[in-house]
């Protein structure tokens, strides 16, 4: 069993940066996955990494803004993004699954709670 916690968000002004993390409670050999969900819409992809953290996937919508990396070391996944946009507030998960990264979330094994981020016009 792997237990993940978020952390990092918070409100933010359009074009603004936060960086997400997610703590692994042990030393993890998933690929993981950050998704995100707004009032009123379905959860949905936003990025993915291998276990070796130099495969990555992002959703059209934040390419060029969001980038998704591990330390495995600290058994830690971040998610930086860049020029925020108010279209991006929802809460983001973080996820963990065996072999590949994938965008479908009904593959994932491990859900973190979530924390939320808003970005202000």
């Known amino acids: 069993q792997v237990q993940l916690v978020e952390s990092g968000g918070g409100l933010v002004q359009a074009g603004g940066s936060l960086r997400l993390s997610c703590a692994a409670s042990?030393?993890?050999?998933?690929?993981m996955g950050w998704f995100r969900q707004a009032p009123g819409k379905e959860r949905e992809f936003v990025a993915g990494?291998?276990?070796?953290?130099?495969?990555?996937s992002y959703a059209d919508s934040v390419k060029g803004r969001f980038t998704i990396s591990r330390v495995n070391a600290k058994n830690t996944v971040y998610l930086q993004m860049n020029s925020l946009k108010p279209e991006d507030t929802a809460i983001y998960y973080c996820?963990?699954?065996?072999?590949?990264?994938?965008?479908?979330?009904?593959?994932?094994?491990?859900w973190g709670q979530g924390t939320q981020v808003t970005v202000s016009s």
């Open positions: 990494v291998g276990w070796g953290g130099a495969i990555a």
């Open positions: 996820a963990a699954r065996q072999l590949k990264a994938s965008m479908k979330s009904e593959e994932y094994d491990y």
């Open positions: 042990a030393r993890t050999f998933y690929a």
